[in-house]
Each structure stands twice: as C-alpha cells, then as structure tokens.
C-alpha cells in the first residue's frame, strides 16, 4: 500500500447507525487531517492531529468523533448522524504542518438515509 | 470576504489553448499556496506548489503569485480533454496546519 488510503469507498448509514471511517498513511508523515466536501462548498477541516495529538478543531458538531491511536492511522466515529451530513469526507496527511501541502486519500462517499 | 476566491465556472477551452485559472486570497500573512486537480468523483491530487512572487513552470502547467495583489493563477499550456476537470486554489497562512481551499473552477477542453 502506498500514499493515504481510506475505508469504506462509500457508506450508506441510518441516522441512527454508529459507524467508523478509517484512514492510513504510509508517506511517514506526522500530520493528519480530516476534510469535509460538500457540493458548491468549499473543503471544510475538521480535525487536525498531529503525533497523534489533537491540534485543531473546528466547530464540528459532536456526532463526528475523531480518533488518532498514532501517527500513521487515523479514524472518524460517526453516530447519530443527519441528512445534511451527507457529503464526501477525505482524509489527508502532510509531512509537518500545511506548508508544503498535502496528500488525500480517495475519500469516503457519505449518504445518511 | 470569503477568504479564497475562484470562479466557479465552467471554464471551456478548445483543444490546444492555453487554460487560465484564478485564485485570489484575503490573508496577507499567506505564505504557501497549492493547485490541485480533483477528476469527478475522485480525491484532490495536489499538481503546483509555489511560495515566492513569480512564475513557477512544471510542464504543461505554470503557477503565478502575485503577493502585493493577493492573486495566484495557473496556466495550462497546449490544453488536452483529459485535463477537463475541477482545479481547487489552497492557501496556507501563518504556516499553520490548516490550507483553506477555494470552490474550485471547473475546466472543460473540447477536442
């Protein structure tokens, strides 16, 4: 495996359903992000850890819940979740912060039913 | 202000042509700023990186900053069908974590 790779490609989930996003890096990077694509919306951030610690978070209702257990491996716990929150969620990872960019993954294709 | 602005387009070009792009940024403390190519349907793959006033030339594809007027552009030289496709302008500022991204312009080349 090579770059940043997510699981599931695609999740259909009930609003009641709990279910988990999960993202690998295999780049050695120290940063990693989750990103939020909507239609006719820019990307949104969610989180951002780095060495597996928390360092931003913005304003991201509590039914998305972030999960770094370490520096390659990054996961999003979804519960509860609403209509509205149908949209693709990326993963991405950079070599320290966001000056040289980033790498994403393929994204995860979100529809709650 | 929206702090990264594009215009959404579609953009069409023909061909062959040179494809133009623009991103402005509302951030004077930005210091990076990124081109990616999003195909649809699929994740943003990061093409152009560029960090000082000037052109920067990468094959087919130059990248422009103009710090003083907070503008970044990207030129696609000899434009071919398979660079139809969503092209996103990325800000990072202060060299935090975060890169604000614009909307994207979406590109269409007609063969």
């Known amino acids: 495996e090579t770059g940043v790779t997510q699981t599931p490609r695609h999740l259909v989930m009930g609003m009641t359903n709990k279910k988990s996003l999960k993202c690998e890096q295999h780049?050695?990077?120290?940063?990693m992000y989750w990103y939020k694509q909507s239609a006719k919306k820019p990307l949104e951030l969610m989180f951002v850890?780095?060495?597996?610690?928390?360092?931003e978070n913005n304003s991201v209702p509590s039914r998305f819940s972030p999960e770094c257990p370490n520096s390659s491996h990054l996961f999003l716990h979804l519960h509860t979740l609403q209509p509205e929150d149908s949209a693709l969620y990326l993963c991405?990872?950079?070599?320290?912060?966001?000056?040289?960019?980033?790498?994403f993954g393929s994204g995860t294709r979100l529809t709650v039913v | 202000q929206k702090e990264v602005e594009q215009n959404s387009g579609p953009l069409s070009v023909p061909e062959g042509a040179i494809a133009s792009l623009n991103c402005t940024y509302s951030?004077?403390?930005?210091?990076?700023f990124f081109w990616y190519r999003q195909y649809s349907g699929k994740s943003p793959e990061l093409i152009m990186s560029?960090?000082?006033?000037g052109d920067k030339e990468d094959g087919r594809f130059t990248a422009q900053l103009n710090k003083a007027s907070q503008y970044v552009s990207l030129l696609i030289r000899d434009s071919q069908p398979s660079d139809s496709a969503t092209y996103l302008c990325?800000?990072?500022?202060?060299?935090?974590?975060?890169?604000?991204f614009g909307k994207g312009t979406s590109l269409l080349v007609t063969p």
């Open positions: 560029i960090y000082s006033n």
């Open positions: 990325a800000v990072n500022k202060n060299s935090g974590y975060a890169l604000n």
């Open positions: 850890y780095s060495l597996e610690e928390r360092v």
């Open positions: 951030d004077r403390g930005s210091q990076s």
């Open positions: 991405a990872s950079s070599a320290g912060t966001g000056v040289y960019g980033y790498t």
């Open positions: 780049l050695g990077h120290n940063a």
